[in-house]
């Protein structure tokens, strides 16, 4: 038997939310514990549990560091980079050209 605090469905307390509504929010447990559970009762069968977390100590779903940042600029900039003219394309260089679009119609002599 779990020995966390058991609410009724949608009567959990503030603050606290499911994997889902963390999601929803752009949020992960971020490996903290669960701290509830809710409890929704259906015919027949036992009750479908839901753990809840809470919000205060859930993380990014994605943390962005400078350092990866910089890595992904970096390596958007390498992408938009025109090989042939070394301008920046202001898009990404198309693979099926390898060479932004003014120097693949008129190659720089
Ligand atoms: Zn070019």
Same mark, same amino acid.
């Given at each position: +038997?779990?020995?966390?605090?058991?609410?009724?469905? /949608?009567?959990? *307390?503030?603050?606290?939310?499911? /994997?889902?509504? !963390?999601?929803?929010?752009?949020?992960?447990?971020?490996?903290?514990? %669960?701290?509830?559970? %809710?409890?929704?009762?259906?015919?027949?069968?036992?009750? !479908?549990?839901?753990?809840?977390?809470?919000?205060?100590?859930?993380?990014? %779903?994605? @943390?962005?560091?400078?350092?990866?940042?910089?890595?992904?600029?970096?390596? +958007?900039?390498?992408?938009?980079?025109?090989?042939? &003219?070394?301008?920046?394309?202001?898009? &990404?260089?198309?693979?099926?050209?390898? +060479? &932004? %679009? *003014?120097?693949?119609? &008129? @190659?720089?002599?």
């Amino acid at each position: +038997m779990s020995t966390l605090p058991t609410y009724r469905w /949608r009567l959990a *307390p503030e603050g606290l939310a499911t /994997r889902r509504q !963390l999601r929803a929010l752009g949020l992960r447990p971020g490996g903290q514990d %669960v701290v509830a559970e %809710v409890h929704r009762p259906r015919r027949r069968r036992g009750p !479908l549990v839901a753990y809840l977390y809470r919000i205060d100590r859930a993380k990014p %779903v994605r @943390p962005m560091s400078p350092g990866r940042a910089a890595a992904l600029a970096k390596a +958007m900039a390498a992408r938009r980079t025109c090989p042939a &003219c070394r301008r920046d394309a202001g898009y &990404c260089i198309p693979r099926s050209l390898g +060479m &932004c %679009v *003014p120097c693949a119609d &008129c @190659p720089p002599s």
